[in-house]
């Protein structure tokens, strides 16, 4: 079995800053992209950020210049600074990152449970 696990949400003030943690466990041969996405209240999914295997990053247009991703491949975390917040980065933050559990599977989109982050204006 797969597990993300995100950690560092929470409630902040327009203007400040947060940094979501994602730790990835178990059944793992390799990690290809990593990436956050988010979901505001009636809203779909979106992206926000992903880094490839190669490092490679995309961001969504609302959050350029404000977020940074990064990827630590030895501990099989991924995180997500967020500066400069607004009341519109208000969501559940989720991690998601597509992996195969063995050399002959196929890769599969693994997800992590949420955390939340509010932004009070």
């Known amino acids: 079995q797969v597990q993300l696990v995100e950690t560092g949400g929470g409630l902040v003030q327009a203007g400040g800053s947060l940094r979501l943690s994602c730790a990835v466990s178990g059944n793992i041969f390799s990690v290809n992209s990593m990436g956050w996405y988010r979901q505001a209240p009636g809203k779909q999914r979106d992206v926000v950020a992903i880094?490839?295997?190669?490092?490679?990053?995309n961001y969504a247009d609302s959050v350029k210049g404000r977020f940074t991703i990064s990827r630590d491949n030895a501990n099989k975390m991924v995180y997500l600074q967020m500066n400069s917040l607004k009341s519109e980065d208000t969501a559940i933050y989720y991690c998601?990152?597509?992996?195969?559990?063995?050399?002959?599977?196929?890769?599969?989109?693994?997800w992590g449970q949420g955390t939340q982050v509010t932004v009070s204006s």
């Open positions: 998601n990152v597509v992996a195969r559990s063995r050399s002959y599977a196929p890769e599969t989109r693994y």
């Open positions: 880094v490839t295997s190669g490092g490679t990053t």
